[in-house]
């Protein structure tokens, strides 16, 4: 178990998908560093109207309510948590917004053994849905997780799609992808009696190996489940009415990230820097009293067809 190796790759990959970002968009992101962590933050872009990816180490003494609340043997232990979080919110709105997040966590009390684990997972918020997307998105996510067992994707996909829901409302928030936390198993419905083949020194225990691998290949694959989509749809023509509706939708989003978001939560009450957390918020946002999509409309088919969680990865029929 090495926290120094975790944070090397995951500083190392803020980097790598900002510069991604970069040549994508066309403009530079903002960089402010803090004394914990970098936050890389674009705003009024060629392609993207906000994104963030941010990269923050925090340690502390006592745990924040959000920590233990679901883990009580953590409270009295000291602390750090780092990781990568990023959200893109596209200007375009038949360009749907993401987010990604891969993190590590560790507690440690002197004469114990340390308690550790990894999160993460990405999901994919369309305002206008195209099956094609959708199909590339979880393919992608399958195929990052392909190499740890074939049982790993389909308990992760239905994890994402219980966690990202907004309970009230009764409603998903999009349509899903992969989440996953406090893994620290070996088996990952792989095979724990042979030194694992995914990199890492073989004389550390087998299951960090094979959970850091796991991160790696979920982080690793961000852009190639998410620019494809972008690149396909940033030129198709919109007018007032697609502005609106994604505005309207973005609405679920935030009521997502203030209310139900595990990371929000922590971020704010372990002392986290508030603009980075918070940067996740898309920059236009309306509320409406009691709408409802025109029946028959593109706006009511992102609610019939493609919000209710369904096995994208045998929906190959075309739009």
Known sequence: MDPAQVRSYLSGLQEKIV????????????????????????????FFERGGVNFSHVTGDNLPASATAHRPELAGRSW????????????????????????FFVATRPGEEPIWWFGGGMDLTPYYGFVEDCVHFHRTCRNALAPFGDDVHPRYKQWCDEYFFLKHRQEPRGI???????????????????????????STPINFNRCFALVRSVGNA?????????????NLPYGERERD??????????????????????GLQSGGRTEAILMSLPPIVKWRYDWHPEPGSAEEKLYTDFLPPRDWLVAITPD
């Open 80 to 103: 750090e948590a780092m990781g990568v979080s990023l959200v893109l919110h596209p200007r375009n709105p038949y360009c749907p917004t993401s987010h990604m997040n891969v993190r």
């Open 19 to 46: 510069t991604t970002l970069e040549a994508f968009d066309g403009k530079a992101f903002r960089r402010n560093d803090w004394s914990r962590g970098t936050a890389l933050v674009i705003e009024d872009g060629e």
């Open 245 to 266: 509706f994604q505005a309207y939708r973005r609405g679920r989003y935030v009521e997502f990230n203030l209310v139900w978001d595990r990371g929000t939560l922590f």
């Open 176 to 202: 899903g992808g992969i989440f996953f936390d406090d893994l620290n198993e070996g088996g990952l419905g792989g095979d724990t009696s042979t030194p694992d083949n995914f990199g890492g020194d073989t």
């Open 222 to 234: 961000f852009t190639e489940a998410y620019l494809p989509i972008c690149e396909r749809r940033r």
